[in-house]
């Protein structure tokens, strides 16, 4: 297939896209548009990140339209306010040649009244996150129940934010007849059960392996010590004098640090996390995508989806917690088939998790070395001559002080003249990159003979809850199928917050610790009294971490026994626990 003709779009729709540059079908969209074209058959779809999945579901959306009518005949439902706002956009430039055709976005920290007012002009398609789109329903404002298409866009993260009850209740206004479609870049088991359960014998279609990220984008890794990370975040940067990229922290709490550190050290650095304001958000982003910001520091939520153009690099702090997270973040650069580099920064303890990412992804990383102090200065100095090349000369602006600076320098020759331009900025990486330490991570061989403690016991006495968070227990684990997302999810679901930082996360496999901001202990806690996850009731308790594994039986060191008896006698345990903790 080598063109859109073939696949029955419409000339305004086929017109429209030519304007945008899309010349010929990406695998998903030769896939999808015909079916979607064709047919009300449910649909899930599944291609990697920047692969044009919003033409794909979009173009026949718009095609099967009826402008004639005023009615709201399709809604969208994407996790993110940013995602929104994008497939919006998408949308109208598709559909710029339908005169009549109206899309309105939807979504929460922005004028609940100007949306009303705009949907009560009438719309044809919603594009809406899901809080926002059920307190619209709920008002009476949106009606949605005479649409004929659901669109679940980035479904497994609506899921992992915690929004599964919020689809439940928009789904149940929609007509059984509409066709459901569902788009995710990875199929993780929870969507499979979020398809069984909404859709009637779902067509799969997925481009590609699921599980592959796009082949123009290179993995590699540095590997350093855990305290040097950010040291060696910094040379990565000052190697690449015209990066234009996203670091992904795990926690808003790191990305914040991340991002202040940066600026403070005079990097052309921000945030993008759910504690900014929707106006802040927009003003980062917006600098972002013009490119007056050359690093974004961002949380996964927080750029899930988002359709940067150019990126070079795509830098991962620390590895995801979940394989196919990286996946979503590597999917950021490489899109629609330009280049990109994905790099994370590893300390020795993360190297099963990238042989891991390795297998799913069926790519090998290449491992670099941190570049040297003295590989960051020629790089800059050649930038800086380089810049000195291209730079243009206003001559009326700068004439009439010409005069003057030339008798000032007239001592100079030329040689020494270009090396004292060039050392008044050469100077400060010099200075700061005199004697710097090589960062890359040596094994120390006395280190690989010491004797192996078990792994859990390991990870656990090693690990110190970081300050202003607390570290919880909870009865679930990997046997009960709780994952990091799915535990975030639980946390969003039965507090109602969705802003509650979360710090880390271990999984065991019938247990799990995981970090929370102080502040949202007492409500996590009591949220999770009479709930339940699969049908099983949720213990949930204080950890306390200041008690050293020697002296005191924690959940890791009891053994299994000891943790079925631990279950039977929890409540008679809390008691002594806060004993204990008085
Ligand atoms: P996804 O939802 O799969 O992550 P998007 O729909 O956001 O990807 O598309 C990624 C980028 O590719 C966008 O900038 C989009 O304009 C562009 N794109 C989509 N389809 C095509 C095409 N057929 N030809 C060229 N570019 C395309
Ligand atoms: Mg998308």
Partial sequence: MNNFEELNLNAELISAITELGFVKPTPIQELVIPVLLDSNRDLVGLAQTGTGKTAAFGLPMIQKTDTSIKQTQGIILSPTRELCIQITKDLK????????????????GSSIETQIS??????????????????????KKLNISKINTVVLDEADEMLSMGFKEDLNSILETTPESKQTLLFSATMPAEISRISAKFMKNPLEISAGDKNVTAVNVKHIYYE??????????????????????????????????IADKLIQDGYNADALHGDLSQAQRDSVMGKFRSKHLQLLVATDVAARGLDVDDLTHIINYNLPDENDVYIHRSGRTGRAGKSG????????????????????????????????????????????VENVEKVEIDESQIAPFLDVIYKKLEWLNREDLIKKFVSVEFNRFLSYYKGAKDLNQVCDPREERKPRQPKERRDRSERQTEFGFSRLFINLGSSTNLNPSSLIGLINQYT???????????????????????????IILKAFKDASFNDIPIVAELANPKQSIQNTKTPSNFTRKENFKRKENFSKRKKIGKKRRD
């Avoid at 005169?99 to 939807?106: I, P």
């Avoid at 917050?497 to 970090?515: C, P, Q, V, W």
């Fill in 224 to 257: 350093v010590q855990a305290r040097d990370r950010y040291e060696a975040l910094k040379r990565i940067a000052d190697v690449n004098p015209k990066i234009y990229g996203i670091i992904f922290c795990r926690t808003r709490r790191e990305t914040k640090e």
């Fill in 496 to 522: 109602r917050e969705r802003n509650i930082d979360i710090g880390r996360i271990e999984i065991m496999k019938n247990f799990s610790f995981f970090e929370v901001d102080s502040s949202f202990e007492k």
């Fill in 93 to 108: 430039s598709y559909s710029k040649n339908y005169k009549n055709l109206r899309v309105t976005a939807v979504y929460g």
């Fill in 118 to 139: 705009e949907l009560q002009k009438g719309t044809h398609i919603v594009v809406g996150t899901p809080g926002r789109t059920l307190d619209l329903i709920k008002r």
């Fill in 341 to 384: 580099i994905s790099l994370s920064i590893l300390h020795m303890r993360e190297k099963h998790k990238l042989r891991a990412v390795e297998k799913m992804i069926g790519r090998k990383f290449d491992k670099l070395l941190v570049p040297s102090g003295k590989e960051i200065c020629e790089k800059q100095l050649f930038k800086l």
